[in-house]
């Protein structure tokens, strides 16, 4: 594939000096890529080999970087050690927007045992794709990522607190071309770019936002598209900063704003992903009904990991074309879950992610629910036809962090599937974040209660 490298690839182009840098990454519980950049030489002579040293604390830390206490993997008590990150070569590629780079994902592994980081977002998809090998099944994969283009630029944006940015447009621009053209130069740079670093493009498309937009990548399996994802959204943030512009994938950017969505396709195929095993001759398999029950059985208690942050939960408002109720339809774009296509593409749609979420536990969750679903031949719920926000006896999304935070831990399909590790973990973590907002004094506060209470 275009973009992608091997040892032997990588040798030739740091002897030849086209390339001089290799980013070696992970991902964060938040899904931020980490890591250092190596020299190529010493990449070659030392990392590919033996892996690179990084602090345990990345594992813990919040937003701002800033080490939170109460976890057991690590703390001030342990000493915040080092982990080891192994690249795994199967993802080394050429990074065409930064000049003379290559990057290589990452798998974590504790560096005296050399056992693998079990809260480590990669490790908990992993798991997931060796459960459904070990089920016969090859999951497929493809994240639909939506974000917002400003005329700012990340300092300046910063400097005015976020506050009356100017967007990309004057109007709502979904589906229109005359209007996206204005932004062409840098949304076409990203799909070239990304073609060019082996994270294959469908399409761009302007959003139901003000200087929204879209960029659909292509489906794969479903850890190289948890990759693909997090090299996407980390470029495009890259090239909008080169650019002197600004790009957020925040869920909810303003109140009377459309969210920004991450709506993620999920289909199950043989072992040797040769066929869609979702589709029978006569439609829609037993597989496929039993994967689906199991996704909506399971959607309220796994929707932590398909919003993870405050901010998510303001996305779910009716007729914004974000789910409120967890109900499905073939080609609803009211209901939480959507059927789309037929025969080979046949997939299932969820619309709950929003485009802040750390894909390897959104895919992680949603296979493990799945696998869950045919394990027990879960059926779904019939059929929703019409508007899914209008349905009140059908079982709602989590509406806030702490609800969602309480479902996931009180999981135990959850504490099944990952482990109380990894459960007590990310439930530390929402925990936190939400503290985090409690104490403190916002705008909206200020607002309302400075001169009138």
Not at 4 to 31: C, N, S, W
Not at 366 to 381: D, Q, V, Y
Not at 405 to 415: I, K, N, P
């Amino acid at each position: 594939m275009q973009g992608m490298l091997d040892l032997a690839g990588l040798k030739r182009l740091v002897d030849e000096d086209q390339i001089d840098t290799v980013l070696v990454v992970f991902p964060d519980h938040i899904g931020r890529l980490m890591g250092k950049r190596v020299t190529g030489r010493f990449f070659l002579d030392d990392l590919a080999e033996h892996g690179m040293g990084a602090c345990n604390y990345l594992l813990t830390a919040d937003m701002a970087m800033e080490p939170l206490p109460g976890f057991a993997y690590t703390s001030w008590d342990k000493g915040y050690g080092d982990l080891l990150a192994r690249p795994d070569m199967a993802t080394l590629r050429r990074v065409p927007w930064l000049e003379k780079t290559a990057l290589v994902m990452s798998d974590l592994v504790d560096e005296q045992t050399h056992e693998p980081v079990e809260v480590s977002p990669r490790r908990i998809l992993r798991r997931q794709v060796e459960a459904a090998a070990d089920a016969g099944l090859a999951i497929m994969a493809g994240s639909e990522l939506e974000f917002y283009l400003y005329h700012e630029t990340y300092r300046s944006a910063w400097q005015k607190r976020y506050r009356d940015l100017t967007p990309s447009s004057d109007y709502i621009i979904d589906y229109h071309i005359m209007n996206p053209t204005k932004d062409e130069g840098l949304i076409r740079h990203i799909r070239n770019q990304m073609d060019a670093a082996g994270v294959p493009v469908e399409f761009s498309k302007g959003e139901w936002g003000l200087g929204q937009h879209e960029i659909n990548l292509r489906y794969a399996d479903v850890l190289e598209m948890a990759d693909r994802h997090v090299i996407y959204k980390n470029g495009a943030r890259e090239m909008a900063a080169q650019a002197e512009r600004a790009i957020s994938f925040m869920a909810k950017v303003d109140r009377k704003a459309a969210g920004s969505s991450c709506h993620v396709h999920i289909s199950a195929w043989d072992r040797d992903a040769r066929r869609n095993v979702f589709s029978a001759k006569d439609g829609p398999s037993e597989t496929f009904r039993h994967f689906l029950g199991g996704m909506m059985s399971a959607a309220a208690e796994m929707t932590l990991f398909c919003a993870p942050t405050v901010n998510a939960y303001k996305r779910f408002q009716p007729g914004s074309f974000a789910p409120t109720r967890i109900a499905w339809g073939r080609d609803n774009r009211t209901c939480g879950f959507r059927i789309v296509g037929h025969g080979a593409s046949l997939r299932i749609e969820s619309r709950i992610p929003g485009a802040d979420i750390n894909p390897y536990l959104t895919y992680a969750a949603a296979i493990a629910a799945g696998l869950n679903g045919l394990s027990r031949k879960i059926e779904p719920p019939p059929e929703l036809t019409g508007d899914a926000y209008k349905a009140d006896d059908v079982p709602q999304v989590p509406m806030t962090l702490c609800e969602a935070t309480e479902a996931f831990d009180g999981s135990a399909l959850a504490r099944s599937a990952f482990g109380d590790e990894v459960v007590d973990h990310y439930v530390r973590l929402a925990r936190l974040e939400q503290e985090a907002l409690d104490r403190e004094v916002t705008d909206w506060e200020l607002m309302r209660y400075f001169e009138r209470i």
